[in-house]
């Protein structure tokens, strides 16, 4: 186990800088994600640490020694690919024992260990099998036996779901979680899917464009965005967004709707506001109306039902319950507690709440 | 299930439409494509079956086109194995053409891997370079060999012949295209797990191109073993002849004994089907993919 630090990390590739200056301190043991969207620089980032790519300008600490100029069979991490990379030619044991080459353990010492890690990840009858007589999901434990087994300071994973179906990507969510919990490692996980973040990280990191927008634990990002890309990156429906323009303590979003809110900080009136409510946080039909509007759209999950309906022009998603959900074209009121409304700037797009 | 019945139903229907019509429910273009390879499998055989076929003749008969000897020998075979020189000849060719398979499937298979994995300046002039030198025909190249030898002082030697053609930039082109298949995620990933270069290119990257390899063996293989112009050039003394060479020696300036040629070639053609034998089990694609997604 072991601390990750960064500080002012900066790459370029020949003159396009990818990462603008990025700073993050991971815990020892800490389980921390780097999510965002395609291109926002969260797999440069994790391969920087691991040694795969080289730092522009910046430090990289692993532990109290800086890296950046070590190769990264020195820098005690353990990478699992998106594409697992196990080796087709080698067998599940050696593709397992692969990282024990270099070790100095011995030979039996290092057939302990492999049948110790197959054992932790259900695989010992699956020891002796080549990758092509393996599904999916074995392929990628077979991935992750091979990071564990040398016992490394800090785990990454580079977006290590992503080719499973659905069900097999809950499934292994739930494995690599309990096999932190396990193992107490510090692992760093890259994914562009906020469930998988909100799931398993002690730490959210959200990145954009190459710069982080905000660190912080999963309710800090749900319920305390820093801008209005956080708001609306975190959480399925996103987050919906209203402009309107501050005056006199509320929201004015037309000349019919204004909506009031307590906001701590002074806001010039005038100032153009948006206006972030969750879907979650919004009631439908309650008798205490926010606003009004018609349903157009519902979307039946089982649960519950994804209600779209029209406010002033506007498409604003709701969520009812499953089992009475509002008929097509009705109308329908929402309301939504003020401690649940969110304010930004729409200028520059930071939290005003 | 009603996919399949309806698939049956529209293939019946349309035999019978074909018997109505009094068309031949037979495809033609598949009739034309077996009788040209059925004619190219002929092509190829012939000379192999004349060339057997001539071993088995008495030299008196070799001018008689007949397939089939009227009286079959192998005399010739006893003349050819007991004659020293043939074994010596043999003994050339196959050190030769041994050594030149490893060195092309070590070395083009190195460089190969090095310009395809590694970023470095000048890595596009390098492999431009390496392939301009498949525009030079062999006949050019001949002479300075031929100097390069004589100042080397390897006229007359093995390694004089063999030094063209220890690496090939053939060899290194077809490497470095099938190491472009294997996935960087494996090189990363070996590359985190503590392996130096020269480990990761051995255990990691060589293993997943071996049909590449087998075929690249084949190719340098069959090309020295039948290799003529080079080592007729480069060696002097009857001892250092390779096989082809040593065989076109047989006869005298009167006449050319082409029943010992034959039987020479027969026998020749030996190692070259092991050879082909051998590697040929690993010419199956699609190894590399299965350690990835899917």
Redesign the interface.
């Known amino acids: 186990m072991a601390t990750v630090s960064i500080k002012n990390l900066v790459k370029s590739f020949d003159k396009t800088e990818v990462l603008h200056g990025i700073n993050l301190d991971v815990a020892d043991g800490e389980f921390i994600v780097l999510v965002g969207p395609s291109g926002c620089g969260k797999s440069t980032t994790l391969r920087i640490i691991a040694g795969l790519e080289d730092v522009s300008s910046g430090e990289i600490y692993i532990g109290d020694k800086m890296v950046n100029n070590l190769e990264p069979k020195h820098r005690d991490i353990a990478m699992v690919f998106q594409n697992y990379a196990i080796y087709p030619h080698m067998t599940v044991r050696k593709n397992i024992g692969f990282g024990l080459r270099t070790s100095k353990l011995s030979k039996p010492d290092r057939e302990k260990r492999i049948d110790e890690v197959a054992e932790i990840l259900a695989m010992t009858e699956l020891l002796e099998r080549r990758p092509s007589q393996l599904s999916g999901g074995q392929r990628q434990r077979v991935a992750i036996g091979r990071a564990m087994v040398r016992d490394p300071a800090v785990f990454l994973f580079d977006e290590p779901l992503s080719n499973l179906d659905a069900q097999l990507r809950t499934q292994m969510r739930l494995e690599i979680k309990k096999l932190h919990q396990r193992v107490k490692s510090t692992i760093i996980f890259v994914t562009h899917d906020q469930v998988e973040a909100m799931t398993m990280a002690d730490r959210i990191v959200i990145m954009k464009d190459g710069d982080i927008q905000q660190i912080g634990t999963p309710f800090e990002v749900f319920h305390e965005p820093a801008n209005m890309f956080v708001a609306q990156f975190i959480g399925a429906p996103s987050m919906n967004m209203i402009e309107g323009v501050w005056k006199d303590g509320s929201v004015k979003i037309s000349n019919n709707l204004s909506i009031a809110m307590k906001v701590e900080r002074q806001i010039a009136d005038g100032t153009k506001v948006v206006l972030g409510l969750r879907p979650d946080d919004l009631t439908v039909g309650d008798e205490q109306k926010l606003f009004e509007g018609t349903v157009h759209v519902l979307e039946p999950l089982g649960a519950e039902t994804l209600v779209y309906v029209t406010v002033d022009g506007r498409e604003v998603i709701a969520k009812a319950s499953g089992r009475t959900p509002p008929k097509m074209g009705a109308t329908v009121s929402l309301s939504a507690d003020a401690n649940n409304m969110h304010l930004f700037d729409a200028k520059s797009g930071e939290a005003l709440t | 299930m009603t996919t399949v019945d309806n698939l049956t139903v529209k293939a019946s229907s349309k035999t019978l439409m074909a018997i109505k019509t009094g068309k031949r429910p037979k495809n033609m273009g598949q009739i034309i494509r077996w009788l040209l390879l059925f004619m190219g499998g002929i092509a190829m055989v012939t000379p192999i079956a004349y060339m057997i076929s001539t071993s088995l003749k008495f030299p008196h008969e070799v001018y008689n086109l007949n397939f089939i000897p009227d009286e079959p020998t192998i005399e010739n075979y006893t003349y050819v194995l007991e004659d020293g020189r043939f074994f010596g000849w043999f003994k050339n060719s196959l050190v030769i053409a041994t050594l030149t398979t490893i060195s092309n499937v070590l070395f083009d298979s190195l460089v190969g891997y090095t310009l395809c994995k590694f970023r470095f300046p000048g890595r596009t002039i390098i492999f431009v370079a390496i392939l301009s030198t498949l525009m030079i025909p062999t006949e050019m190249l001949v002479i300075p060999w031929y100097l390069m030898s004589q100042s080397f002082g390897w006229l007359d030697t093995q390694w004089g012949i063999m030094f063209p053609g220890l690496m090939t930039a053939f060899g290194t082109f077809l490497m470095k295209q099938f190491f472009e298949t294997v996935?960087d995620?494996?090189i990363?990933?070996?590359?985190?797990?503590?392996?130096n270069e020269l480990q990761i290119w051995w255990t990691?990257a060589m293993?997943?191109v071996k049909p590449a390899l087998a075929a690249l063996a084949i190719f340098v293989f069959l090309g020295n073993w039948t290799a003529f112009i080079w080592p007729l050039i480069v060696t002097n003394s009857m001892e250092m002849y390779t096989l082809p060479v040593g065989l076109s020696t047989f006869g005298d300036e009167a006449d050319v004994a082409w029943e010992l040629i034959m039987t020479g070639a027969a026998i020749s053609t030996l190692p070259t089907l092991v050879v082909f034998l051998v590697f040929q089990r690993y010419i199956i694609r699609g190894?590399?993919?299965?350690?990835?997604?899917?």
């Open positions: 996935p995620d494996f990363e990933a070996a590359r985190i797990d503590g392996l990691v293993p997943l190894v590399v993919m299965a350690g990835l997604k899917g």
